[in-house]
Structures are given as C-alpha cells and as structure tokens.
C-alpha cells in the first residue's frame, strides 16, 4: 500500500517594540494538506444519497447508501488553512509585566484518521461461521481457507476486470447485495451477513483550535510569581459517527440494515464508522506559578498551580476501549444520533493540580564539625524533591445491558437515583462507593418501560458522561546528589563522577485508581488497582568527563 501526501506550510512573524515599555509579536500562519492518495487506487467508502445520487445527511428521509471504489475526490478539501496570532506585552513597573494575547491554529485531517480509506471492503472482508439448527459448522484440525466471492459492480461487470486496482474507474458503485448472497452461498449455515464498514464524510473541513491568554507577571527580588487565564476552543474536531447505530440496532435504529417480517436481519449494512468534524472542546483556566532560579542560599524552585475545565463531547477518536477489570475509560456516544449529548468533563479533564520541584544544595563545608572529613567529601551536595497533587480523573457510570434498540456499544448508562459519598478512608478502602455489593442502589436501569425500544425496552438513561471523579493522587520523589569533580585537564576537572539516591513515591503512598464502573459488572464500585507504583529506591553512579 502506497499512501501519499504533500503538505503546503508557510509562515511570517514580526516583533514591533512599539514604545520602550509596549511590544507586539504578531503573525500568520497558512497550511493545506493534499487529499490522500494511494498509489494502486485500493480506496473506497460508503456514501449516503438520495434518489437522484446526490449526497445527503443519513437521517434524511429516503436516504439510502452505496459503496464506491476509487471514490473521486474522497473528500471535500479545505483550503482554508490561516492561523493568525498576535501577543501584546506591556512593562507597567520596573518589575511589573502583563501580557496579552490569542491566535487560531489550524488542525488539518490527519492522515490517520485517512486511513479509513484504504483499510476497508471490499479489500478487507471479515466473514463468520454460524451453527445453525441442521447447520453445523465443520471442525478440523487445520486451517480452512474461505474462498471470497467476486466483486461486482452494480453494471453487472467485475469491479476488477483486470485484476489490477489501477484500472478501477472513479467512483465505481459495488453491488453489495450480490455480493452479500454469493457470501451467504458460501458459507456454513448460510446465515445473513450484513457488512460493518467504513469511511470518510464526503466533505471534512479543517478543525482549529482558538486560544486566548492574559497573564500578570511580578519579580519580587529573586522569585517570579505570575497567574493567568488561559482559554481554548476547539471547533470542528473530528469524531466517529454511527448512522446506522450499533451492533444488535433494531429496525427502528439500523435504516440502513435489510430485516424481514420477524425482524431478522437478511442483508444490508451492520455497524458502520464514519469519520467526520463535528466534535467540539472547551478548556478554561486560572494557572499561577512561583519561580525561583538565582543560587542564593543555594535554594530554587518552581511551583504551579492550575484549576480549570475542559469539557467535550468525545476525547479521542476512538472505538470502546477498557481500563483493568470492568474499568471503561471511554465509548462511543450513549446516542448514536445524538452525539452532542455527551458533552461532559474530558476524559483526560483534572481540575486542580499542583506541582512543586524544589533543589536545596547542602553547604556541609560549613559545619565546623563536619569540616574535619575533607572538602573532597563535602562539596557537591544537593538534595531534589518533586511534589505532585492533582485531582481525580472523570469516569462514567454505564449499565452493562443493551438498554435501547439502538445496538450495543457498552456505552449505555442507567439513571442517577441517589448521590454516592466517594472516599477511600473507610475500612473497607477500596469500596469507593461505600455500599459493598449494594453500590449499584445509587443507580436504576430504565428497561422494561413503556414506550422503550430493542429487546429491553428501555430509553437511554439520564446520567451525564463523565459525572464522577476518581480518587485524588498525590506523590514525592526525591533524590540525593553528590558531584565529585577529579584530575585537572587545561585548567578545569578532567571528570567528574556523579552518585545518585532516587526515591519514587518516597512516602509510599497509596493512589488508588478508578473504580469498575459498569453496574452489571461484579465488584461495580470497588477499586481493584492502584494508579501509580510503590516505592521505588535505585541507586546509580554516572562518570561525566
């Protein structure tokens, strides 16, 4: 597979020191990718249209959808790629600074989430077995190669007539129902198989990221203390759609899947992953920071402080992936048609964290009682300490059960019914929830309701995306260094040789980390892992010359 692309940047920048105390620094910033290419022409994607082949939106009425090869172009290009920026700073005392400042930095589609194009039917088929009533699947003790049937177009002529990629015409449309029934033919059991596929919306226009920021700075003898806001937002960011819902979607909620009378599916489309832009981020924020670099009494530091929110409606584009033992960190939406409902804290979200580095050198020459074992031995002490204090991390209550007829994505979640007290300070410390096996009391699955859909006949629930915060996590690492400097070369040492004492979580404190957290899941609300290691002391000589 050869996939290409050629990127276009250009940039400028200027500083104009308007007044001795004012400045600007301002520039502009353009980019623009080229569409992907692959050199054999191995692409295709699904498109939806309407009756006269144009593209349409897949909740359009009528809608229906195709799968082309070769699709030209594969996507809309934007060539709206500027980001312009400008700082201001002003010098309002001799030790007085404030600074102020914003720009837009374009996100061009990464070829990554390109790659939807090139990975897909009907270049990679994934078919299954099924044992039916009368309809065994046949054992063997060797492997049994499935021959594929072959690819039409919807003209009735083989989509690769010469077997070669490169001469596939642009946007061939495949006969997908002949080649569902010819794979049906096929295999054991001869059961439907509806395809689960993937593309790229026909139009993604590039996302961008605004930042704005304005800080106070003030030098207070030798320590620099300044704060902050600092805001971003990002627009048009790109997430995973599912139009035709998810695996198990009933009629209702699968448009695009083919069902008889019972409700059985006989053919069409199954899960589909669509790439698009339509995600959206905030991130608001106080920092403040205390610095301290000058060698007075041997002591500097630099600590910061941040409390802020980034909120969003999907953190990374990404399938359902899990944490240890029933822990889920993140799902694709609970609404397949409604991903906007989960805009919530992010995944990654922490709203305060504190951070302190401290480095102490230790004068031992001056102790008159220490003075007797040598200079030799007593220079070149320094003691280091980091400190780290944050919040927990964002996690999502989810049911464990199909609760709709929209399909199964492990990203249901039930109603909130009660308030949960979290702590890890009761006897029993890993039940976060305090209840035991009684945790899920704090929730309610609405199934069996009346108006619910699928097989549960329920709604999607209540509870927001990422309500709940995790443990809080705290940590110290120090070290000890003692520098030896020996021999003499053209004035200077000729080497110095360098011993290190490291102690990681020196206090060994225990961090817990996120609780299970699908209420079907045995243990649900107990924490069954730490976030984090123990202590941990090495020990390490260095030769530096």
């Not at 003030?218 to 035709?244: C, F, R, W």
């Not at 694709?332 to 401290?358: C, E, H, R, V, Y």
């Not at 009682?369 to 204090?389: S, V």
């Not at 945790?439 to 199934?447: D, E, H, K, L, Q």
Request: glycine share 10%.
């Amino acid at each position: 597979m050869t996939i290409r692309r050629v990127a276009f940047n250009c940039f400028f920048q200027d500083a104009w020191k308007v007044t001795p105390h004012f400045s600007l620094t301002y520039g502009l910033r353009y980019e623009v990718n080229s569409r992907v290419e692959e050199g054999e022409r191995r692409t295709s994607t699904f498109r939806t249209v309407n009756a006269e082949g144009k593209s349409v939106p897949p909740w359009e009425l009528g809608a229906r959808q195709i799968m082309i090869l070769n699709p030209q172009p594969p996507y809309g290009l934007d060539l709206r790629g500027w980001g312009p920026r400008v700082m201001a700073e002003w010098q309002a005392a001799s030790h007085t600074v404030l600074r102020a400042g914003g720009g837009i930095t374009t996100l061009l589609p990464p070829l990554g989430i390109e790659n939807v194009l090139t990975g897909v039917f009907p270049f990679i088929v994934s078919p299954f077995l099924s044992a039916l009533p009368g309809s065994p699947v046949p054992f063997a003790n060797s492997l049994t190669t499935l021959q594929l049937p072959a690819v039409y177009s919807t003209s009735g002529q083989l989509a690769f007539p010469s077997g070669r990629t490169n001469d596939v015409a642009p946007n061939t449309e495949l006969d997908v129902p002949r080649f569902q029934k010819d794979l049906v033919a096929l295999t054991p059991g001869h059961r439907a198989q509806p395809l689960s596929v993937y593309g790229m919306a026909p139009v993604i226009p590039n996302g961008y990221i605004e930042s704005y920021t304005a800080s106070l700075e003030q030098t207070i003898k030798d320590v620099t203390v300044s704060v902050s806001y600092v805001a971003t937002e990002g627009v048009k960011l790109a997430s995973m759609i599912s139009p035709n819902s998810y695996t198990g979607a009933s009629p209702q909620f699968a448009r695009f899947t083919q069902f008889d009378s019972s409700g059985q599916v006989v053919g069409g489309y199954g899960p589909e992953y669509l790439i698009g832009t339509p995600s959206h981020s905030t991130y608001h924020a106080l920092q403040a920071s205390a610095s301290k670099n000058s060698a007075r009494l041997g002591l500097g530091f630099q600590s910061s402080y941040t409390l802020g929110k980034s909120l969003d409606d999907t953190s990374s584009i990404v399938f359902s992936f899990t944490g240890p033992a029933g822990t889920v960190i993140q799902t694709l939406p609970q609404d397949p048609w409604n991903p906007g409902a989960d805009k919530g804290p992010s995944t990654f979200d922490i709203s305060q964290a504190f951070s302190m580095s401290i480095i102490q050198m230790l004068p031992l020459a001056r102790s008159a009682t220490l003075r007797p074992l040598g200079r030799k031995l007593l220079d070149g002490w320094q003691i280091l300490n980091i400190t780290t204090l944050t919040t927990g991390s964002p996690f999502t209550v989810y049911s464990g059960v199909q609760q709709t007829g929209a399909g199964s994505a492990g990203a249901d979640r039930p109603d909130q019914i009660a308030v949960p007290h979290f702590s890890t300070n009761r006897s029993v410390r890993e039940d976060y929830f305090g209840q035991g096996t009684n945790n899920g009391a704090f929730f309610s699955i609405p199934i069996n309701i009346p108006g619910g859909t699928g097989p549960s006949q329920g709604r999607f629930g209540t509870l927001g995306r990422n309500t709940f915060r995790g443990p809080n996590f705290s940590n110290l690492d120090l070290a000890l260094i003692k520098d030896t400097p020996f021999g003499s070369r053209a004035g200077s040492e000729l080497a110095t040789l360098q011993f290190r004492a490291e102690f990681f979580n020196a206090f060994n404190l225990v961090n817990f980390g996120l609780p299970v957290n699908i209420l079907r899941a045995s243990g649900f609300g107990l924490i069954n892992r730490t976030a984090g290691t123990s202590r941990q002391i090495q020990f390490s000589l260095k030769l530096i010359y």
